[in-house]
């Protein structure tokens, strides 16, 4: 697939990516304008999650016999509508409301996109092609979301979303750019039907699970750094940090799931998580100490993300865009769960517990992904073949499962 194209997506993933991390920093704000509690505030991103999981596979059936490129662009106007309307709410119903409309815009559109890469480029270059529009939501959280941050901050949190309402309108005229794409429809039982298949399951339940801890506290982070008032500072710092770690790690991601296997570079990646989780828990306040922890964990950040995509197109076989679709579903679902929990941890034992909670989700993800993988069922298969037995069942492990 064109690089120029790949940009063209990596803009509307760089405002989403915006969108979904730029609350961490405004949530205190958000709270005090709303006349809600912080945990309350922080369900705002559970509501998109829920919504977003919800939708997407609707809108994928209502919408699937549509011009991809038309539905990538109709879905940024929406995610633009609802980002007006929350900007304009003076409730939290409203302002609720409005962040479900974006939801369902960002998940035609982030879904349909992701759709796209994978079905239009080669084997080869897959996993750097969806890292490629990722970089969009690396980009995001190195450059957006600081400055998101700071603006709100400075003039106010409404005004960072009409900043991202204004990124939304470029990123819907954009895709006009895009060519003409048509992929195979399917059905809503159609789409769920590949549920049937075990391993397709457990892989995006995996999905879930994988992303929960750093949800659980990138979203908290000002409350965990003890933010009212001089944390304001602190926060900002630790969403560049974060960022940054993030963006770095985004540009090797796609190499070494090309070249080490999925499943390897998501174990890294959950292992390195909770180490990095329980050093926040026992550092915090401290500042230095935690930014380093935070670095940690911003560095496998996107670990859990195109590897698992790639995991799942490999295993879907003639199902690849239905499956990618509702990988897309269980990110946010684990986004979702990652901000549920870090918000109930929060109103119910305080912020200092929510990183040591948040490595126990790291440990019960890296548990499930080990006791799942179908690619280690291969292997066994491999081994048994090997040694002249369970042929059937050896051959049966290789074939392509989600039919």
């Known amino acids: 697939m064109p690089t120029r194209r790949l940009v063209i997506l990596a803009v509307g993933t760089f405002v989403l990516g915006v969108d979904g991390f730029v609350l961490a920093g405004l949530l205190p704000a958000v709270a005090r304008s709303l006349h809600v509690g912080v945990a309350q505030a922080g369900q705002l991103t559970t509501a998109f999650a829920i919504a977003y999981a919800l939708g997407s596979p609707l809108i994928a059936t209502v919408l699937g016999r549509f011009d991809r490129r038309v539905v990538v662009g109709g879905g940024m106007a929406v995610f633009l509508l609802g980002m007006v309307g929350q900007a304009l709410g003076p409730t939290y119903g409203v302002v609720m409301a409005g962040r479900i409309l974006s939801a369902l815009g960002a998940a035609a559109f982030q879904a349909n996109a992701y759709a796209v890469v994978g079905v239009l480029s080669s084997p080869e270059r897959r996993a750097r092609s969806l890292a490629m529009v990722g970089a969009g939501s690396s980009l995001a959280t190195v450059v957006g979301v600081p400055v998101g941050a700071l603006v709100g901050q400075q003039i106010g949190w409404r005004a960072t979303l009409w900043g991202i309402a204004g990124m939304a309108a470029v990123a819907a005229g954009l895709c006009l750019a895009l060519p003409a794409v048509r992929l195979p429809a399917a059905s809503l039982r159609e789409r769920f039907r590949i549920l049937r298949t075990p391993s397709m399951l457990l892989l995006l339940c995996g999905t879930a699970l994988q992303l929960v801890p750093q949800y659980a506290v990138i979203g908290y982070i000002a409350p965990i750094l003890g933010a009212q008032g001089r944390t304001a500072t602190r926060t900002l710092l630790a969403l560049m940090v974060f960022g940054a770690a993030f963006f770095t790690g985004n540009r090797l991601v ?34 230095v100490p935690a930014l380093a922890a935070l670095a940690a964990l911003g560095l496998v950040g996107s670990f859990q993300v195109t590897p698992q995509q790639t995991r799942v197109f490999a295993a879907s076989g003639t199902a690849a865009t239905v499956a990618l679709g509702l990988n897309g579903s269980m990110i946010y679902v684990g986004s979702g769960g990652g901000a549920a929990l870090g918000g109930g941890v929060l109103a119910l034992a305080g912020a200092g517990f929510v990183p040591l909670v948040a490595a126990g989700a790291a ?41």
């Open 254 to 287: 796609g190499q070494l799931a090309d070249r080490w296997g999925g499943l390897r570079v998501i174990t890294l990646g959950l292992s390195i998580s909770a180490l990095a989780l329980v050093t926040l828990w026992a550092v915090r306040p401290s500042i």
């Open 363 to 403: 440990l019960v993800a890296l548990t499930f992904l080990l006791a799942t993988a179908p690619e280690r069922k291969a292997a066994q298969g491999d081994a048994s073949c090997r040694n002249g037995s369970s042929l059937p069942t050896a051959i049966a492990a290789r074939q392509p499962t989600g039919r």
